[in-house]
């Protein structure tokens, strides 16, 4: 942050400059036509840049503040990102005894864990790629969404789309949390909806990629 506010009085400073520039232009009658060039041109990469490094910093520091709260029965640390470069947070099984998901099966499987989501944002419980593709474990809600205003207690619905059966134990890493923006949209009645070529082309009208084998060439 502080090498943006440094660019920012670089800014100003140049903005200051190209100024006096100008007002030397004029009285000077077109004799620092040059000069005026190279300020300009020095300014408009100035600004260029700033704002380029004003976005990059934007997108990169910005972070929500969460609050958590552990309740009676947690036991661990508390989740956290696993790299510098992860989306989600893994949450764990909080159980006092395994459970056993046959086939099929589905089970609530506590956390132990509440949280205070700011307002314009959510938490997305999003199934672990690792559980999915070894033992086809996922999400029944896939993503499950907490809201801003709830303050209860995250359970994770799991679902086991294995063929064998599949055992949940204290402190298992069973989902990844994911906090993400919301946008609220305020519904208008209207009698008519704009064209467009899709119109009202529903479940499978764009194609799937295969051809049906019913289709004629």
């Given at each position: 942050?502080?090498?943006?506010?440094?660019?920012?009085?670089?800014?100003?400073?140049?903005?200051?400059?190209?100024?006096?520039?100008?007002?030397?232009?004029?009285?000077?009658?077109?004799k620092d036509k040059e000069k005026l060039d190279r300020a300009l041109k020095s300014f408009i990469q100035s600004v260029e840049s700033l704002v380029k490094d004003g976005i990059q910093s934007t997108a990169i520091n910005k972070k929500v503040r969460l609050k958590?709260?552990?309740?009676?029965?947690?036991?661990g640390d508390l989740p956290k990102y696993e790299s510098s470069g992860a989306s989600g947070i893994d949450v764990r099984a909080q159980l006092d005894?395994?459970?056993?998901?046959?086939?099929?099966?589905?089970?609530?499987?506590p956390t132990a864990l509440?949280?205070?989501i700011p307002e314009g944002y959510e938490i997305q419980a999003r199934p672990r790629s690792g559980l999915a593709i070894k033992k086809g474990i996922s999400l029944v809600n896939s993503p499950g969404t907490i809201d801003a205003d709830y303050r209860g207690e995250v359970k994770i619905?799991?679902?086991n789309h294995g063929e064998q059966a599949f055992e949940i134990q204290d402190q298992d890493r069973v989902a990844q949390l994911v906090v993400a923006p919301v946008i609220q949209a305020e519904l208008e009645m209207s009698a008519e909806l704009s064209h467009t070529d899709r119109g009202v082309g529903g479940f499978g009208s764009t194609?799937?990629?295969?051809?049906?084998s019913n289709e004629t060439p």
């Amino acid at each position: 942050m502080s090498n943006i506010n440094e660019k920012v009085k670089d800014f100003m400073g140049r903005v200051e400059g190209v100024t006096t520039i100008l007002g030397s232009y004029i009285e000077s009658n077109l004799k620092d036509k040059e000069k005026l060039d190279r300020a300009l041109k020095s300014f408009i990469q100035s600004v260029e840049s700033l704002v380029k490094d004003g976005i990059q910093s934007t997108a990169i520091n910005k972070k929500v503040r969460l609050k958590v709260k552990t309740l009676e029965h947690f036991k661990g640390d508390l989740p956290k990102y696993e790299s510098s470069g992860a989306s989600g947070i893994d949450v764990r099984a909080q159980l006092d005894e395994t459970v056993t998901l046959q086939p099929g099966e589905r089970a609530l499987v506590p956390t132990a864990l509440s949280f205070e989501i700011p307002e314009g944002y959510e938490i997305q419980a999003r199934p672990r790629s690792g559980l999915a593709i070894k033992k086809g474990i996922s999400l029944v809600n896939s993503p499950g969404t907490i809201d801003a205003d709830y303050r209860g207690e995250v359970k994770i619905i799991i679902i086991n789309h294995g063929e064998q059966a599949f055992e949940i134990q204290d402190q298992d890493r069973v989902a990844q949390l994911v906090v993400a923006p919301v946008i609220q949209a305020e519904l208008e009645m209207s009698a008519e909806l704009s064209h467009t070529d899709r119109g009202v082309g529903g479940f499978g009208s764009t194609g799937v990629g295969v051809k049906d084998s019913n289709e004629t060439p």
